[in-house]
Nanobody
């Protein structure tokens, strides 16, 4: 009964900020690397960011590096994505994903992800 529930999306102006959350349950959250992926309208799934089990190592797509920050609170079974300096090209549905116990998953390896939360960046 793995469950991932994303929240925090919304409509923001270019240059604005949003903080996404992913509430996880049904598995030992602290034992798994996690990622955020997104899907823009008419586009395929794009990996955005990943984090190791303890939160000490983070990874970002070039398109968001320096603007987004991934983090996790294992005590709360929650994954976060702080998004700053948002651009129109960040508009997408954002999903959190459960990766592997010792590494990031590839795009074809995601067994579970949530319902997603819509992020729209527009004037």
């Amino acid at each position: 009964q793995v469950q991932l529930v994303e929240s925090g999306g919304g409509l923001v102006q270019p240059g604005g900020s949003l903080r996404l959350s992913c509430a996880a349950s049904g598995f030992t959250f602290s034992s798994y690397w996690m990622s955020w992926v997104r899907q823009a309208p008419g586009k395929g799934l794009e990996w955005v960011s990943g984090i190791n089990t303890g939160g000490g190592f983070t990874y970002y797509a070039d398109s968001v590096k320096g603007r987004f920050t991934i983090s996790r609170d294992n005590a709360k079974n929650t994954l976060y994505l702080q998004m700053n300096s948002l651009k129109s090209e960040d508009t997408a549905v954002y999903y959190c994903t459960k990766d592997h116990t010792d590494k990031l998953a590839t795009m074809g390896e995601y067994d579970y992800w949530g319902q997603g939360t819509q992020v729209t960046v527009s004037s």
